[in-house]
DNA sequence: TTTAAAATGCAACAATGTTGCAAATAATTT
DNA sequence: AAATTATTTGCAACATTGTTGCATTTTAAA
């Protein structure tokens, strides 16, 4: 949804649409470059400032894995300048590469004694659906 | 121990056994800012090449927390040329920004029908035993 | 429609990471 | 222990990635 930029609270411009558009369009998580590709009208800087907007107003959050490169996807949840508030893994196939959001039943818990836990971040690494036929 | 250099079968060199030395004597992950201000003799160069070669012979490990800024620490486990192999999580407290190594009793297992889970990355971030008090 | 606020894009810079190559050092062989 | 081979180091140069100030343009509000 474009009016997610106007819930949000941000102005809305073509260029934000557009990076929008192409976030939604994509299933699974994708990294810069992909979003420059897609783009007509490509401009790093705004793209840059794009993204940390984005990242700071909820819409989209960063998966890194193993300090590869960066990749982006839509937020699902209710994610907000607060935080982001997600219960999901985050899967990355070794075969063909793709980087996506999964749903798991039952979302672990961790229990450390005198810490406080107040975020989980989980990513498994391994063969997607496809790629493991 | 600098004899872990000769166990992993790479030269040992003056470079190499200061940083490891440098990584032993922390306890927890370091970025590589706080690794140049340790040495002595510093080259970017040198150290970016160092950095790679641990990795790779699994010396040490990499941990990018939200696409910040990586830092790394020495395994303790088996890890080598072939893979880590890792059953701890990596913590990090948003109070004092340390982040490091948890073993934990029951490491969580995740099912995910028709998928193939060879690796599971978890990262928790919350509050270290002295930022809870 | 006018005004105020915010976003864009250029130029310039800063930080991070890489590569080829010659010199220096470490490991191996004799 | 000395000579040979293999590896590492560090310089120069470059490539990539990300940031900031500022004038112009565009969006949102009055």
Redesign the interface.
């Known amino acids: 949804m474009i009016n997610l930029l106007k819930n949000k609270k941000i102005s809305k411009t073509p260029f934000r649409k557009e990076v929008l558009a192409i976030f939604n369009k994509y299933n699974n998580a994708i990294p810069l470059s992909v979003v420059e590709k897609e783009l007509k009208a490509f401009n790093r800087i705004t793209l840059y400032r794009t993204i940390k907007v984005f990242l700071e107003k909820g819409i989209i959050h960063?998966i890194?894995?193993?300090?590869e490169v960066?990749n982006y996807a839509i937020c699902k949840e209710e994610c907000d300048t607060l935080g982001h508030h997600h219960q999901h893994?985050h899967?990355k196939c070794?075969s063909c590469g793709i980087i996506f959001c999964?749903e798991?039943d039952k979302f672990?818990t961790?229990i450390?004694p005198?810490?406080?836990?107040?975020?989980?971040?989980?990513?498994?690494?391994?063969?997607?659906?496809n790629c493991?036929l």
Chains 1, 2 share one sequence.
Do not use: D, M, R
Not at 64 to 67: C, K, R
Not at 114 to 129: M, R, V
């Open positions: 960063e890194t894995i193993n300090g960066s893994i899967f070794t999964v798991v672990p961790i450390l005198k810490y406080k836990i107040n975020q989980l971040e989980i990513q498994a690494i391994g063969l997607c659906q493991n």
